[in-house]
């Protein structure tokens, strides 16, 4: 049974250097058809994949919040009267960036039930955040996050990335205790990765990125989570650090290999066994729900195989690592007999370990996790 929607949102009014997720400038786009469009999308993978009740729904871009205050109405009250969940039990976000929501916007989201805000601050040092494209600074950053608690969220979750251009080890650190300071339940941080068609592509392409070494990088991780742990916040996942109760509930979703509907222009999906990527352009997206028909670019039916595979590599994500009990449900067969070879290499170069009925990455591990998430791909034999 699903459990968990993601709604995408594609509109910016300014692209980050870093950002390669669909995304297209708001001035001049169809946003009231884009967003009645989701709504019938809504409806149609709902009629198609039915669920009795989600536990989470996230809404994220682009910038969901750079829609005025009348179209955040029209689209928290869609997910409302469409999506089967209650809010008072479900995880219900939105992401934001600081700066751009004012008290109004924050009322709507609240009263909608909205409970959980995730805000892309990055770093905390402006001379950064105008390096790496951003538009907020600091400042913003405590406005908003103040702004939001008065309204009356308690669950904010900041995002911060580290081994950007130029980036110090002393400027991470300064960036970590302006962020811990602000004693959130939930922080996440991930290392900067330079993906095609983005800024900084190009720049790395040029040969003009500052990139911090390598070393380094693996330094700043270390210190990351050395101080989540020393002001009691828990590693529940390879990126993610909460206060007891605070875990995202719905990126645990995605790392326990389980289906959720994903809707909006070049959204990700999981539903019916199937991986399903809707069309990313605006336009293309909104044609065949005109015609009552789902807006898929592409669905990629999961083989066996592939689902053992993914059960390790985003499993492994998690600090708690992958069940040997729920794989052999899942599977109907034991972990060890499709990845006996691969868990014993990875145990024997320190990378994994046993515990609690549990395989998980050891502290090496997670300065290498690309390294073992590789070793579970390609080695099931296809029938």
Not at 4 to 31: M, T
Not at 86 to 110: C, H, M, V, W
Not at 160 to 167: F, M, S, T, V, W
């Amino acid at each position: 049974m699903i459990k968990s929607a993601y709604l995408h949102i594609p509109f910016c009014e300014h692209i980050c250097h870093y950002c390669d997720f669909n995304k297209v400038f708001l001035q001049g786009q169809p946003v009231d058809e884009y967003l009645r469009m989701m709504k019938r999308e809504m409806e149609l993978q709902l009629a198609k994949y039915p669920t009795k009740k989600l536990d989470t729904v996230f809404v994220g871009g682009g910038t969901p919040t750079s829609l005025d205050e009348k179209q955040l109405t029209f689209l928290c009250e869609a997910i409302n009267e469409t999506l089967p969940f209650d809010s008072k039990q479900a995880e219900y976000t939105f992401e934001a960036n600081p700066g751009d929501l004012s008290r109004e916007k924050l009322e709507i989201l609240y009263q909608a039930g909205v409970n959980r805000l995730s805000f892309g601050v990055q770093s905390f040092n402006d001379e950064l955040l105008k390096r790496i494209g951003r538009t907020h600074r600091a400042s913003e950053v405590y406005e908003t996050i103040q702004l939001a608690q008065g309204v009356g969220f308690t669950n904010i979750t900041i995002d911060l990335i580290y081994g950007l251009p130029g980036q110090t080890m002393e400027d991470f650190e300064d960036t970590l205790t302006k962020a811990l300071d602000l004693q959130l339940p939930h922080y996440s941080s991930y290392s900067l990765i330079v993906e095609p068609k983005t800024v900084f592509y190009n720049q790395m392409r040029k040969g003009t990125l500052n990139l911090p070494p390598q070393e380094l990088e693996a330094s700043m991780y270390e210190r990351l989570m050395e101080e989540m742990e020393r002001h009691g916040l828990h590693q529940y996942e390879i990126s993610n650090f909460a206060r007891p109760g605070f875990e995202s509930k719905h990126n645990l979703t995605y790392w326990n290999n389980v289906e959720y509907y994903g809707i909006g222009a070049g959204a990700h999906g999981y539903t019916g066994g199937k991986r399903v990527a809707n069309h990313g352009p605006v336009k293309k997206y909104i044609t065949p729900l005109l015609e009552g028909q789902l807006p898929v670019l592409d669905e990629h039916t999961v083989p066996l195989y592939e689902n053992m595979e993914e059960e390790m590599f985003l499993g492994l994500r998690k600090t708690k690592g992958v069940s040997l009990e729920t794989f052999k449900e899942k599977f109907s067969v034991e972990m060890k007999e499709v990845f006996g070879k691969e868990l014993e290499d990875q145990m024997e170069k320190g990378l994994l370990k046993l515990d609690g009925g549990f395989i998980s990455l050891t502290e090496r591990g997670k300065l290498l996790g690309n390294e073992v998430f590789q070793a579970f791909l390609g080695v099931v034999e296809v029938e």
